[in-house]
């Protein structure tokens, strides 16, 4: 690109993001099933299914809205405008906390639950197409490099 700076960290990992989340869309959610004239469409987003996937793995399929935030690094309108979409959706529901009225519970539906296991496949196949060609040795590289990064931004 013409106007970006050369050999730019910021710009490659940006770049990289977006050509990851068209290819998720275009190649994960829609062959499962992302025809919104379907009565099964599955109208979920890369950040969507990530985020199911990591309630999935919860007790219950239960977490708070706070630790979302915490884990996916978004601001709190960000997470409850994800939220609300998956409400609406049917992918979560969301209540109030029996113990702390502050505190907002979003629990998977079945739902949701059904379209995880199914994108969980399409999921480890993307991944590794993403590592097609590269050793162990870089592989672990670029784990190590991402966490580095990470933290010089934390």
């Known amino acids: 690109m013409e106007n970006s700076p050369p050999n730019s960290i910021s710009f490659e990992i940006k770049h990289l993001s977006a050509l990851i ?17 379907s009565e099964n469409s599955c109208n979920v987003t890369i950040m969507q299914s990530y985020m199911i996937g990591f309630i999935y793995n919860r007790k219950d399929h239960t977490i708070s809205q706070k630790e979302l935030e915490k884990e996916f690094v978004r601001r709190r309108s960000t997470i ?23 505190v907002k519970i979003v629990t998977l539906t079945d739902k949701a639950i059904l379209l995880h ?23 672990d590289s670029f784990y190590s490099i991402t966490s580095k990064i990470k933290k010089n931004l934390e």
């Open 21 to 37: 989340g068209r290819t998720f869309d275009n190649q994960i959610l829609i062959e499962t099933g992302k025809d919104s004239k």
């Open 80 to 102: 409850t405008g994800i939220l609300k979409l998956m409400e609406k959706n049917g992918y979560i529901t969301r209540k109030y906390s029996k113990t702390d009225a502050r």
């Open 117 to 139: 296991k199914e994108i969980v496949c399409k999921i480890d196949a993307f991944n590794k197409n993403l590592e097609k060609g590269l050793t162990k040795e870089e592989i």
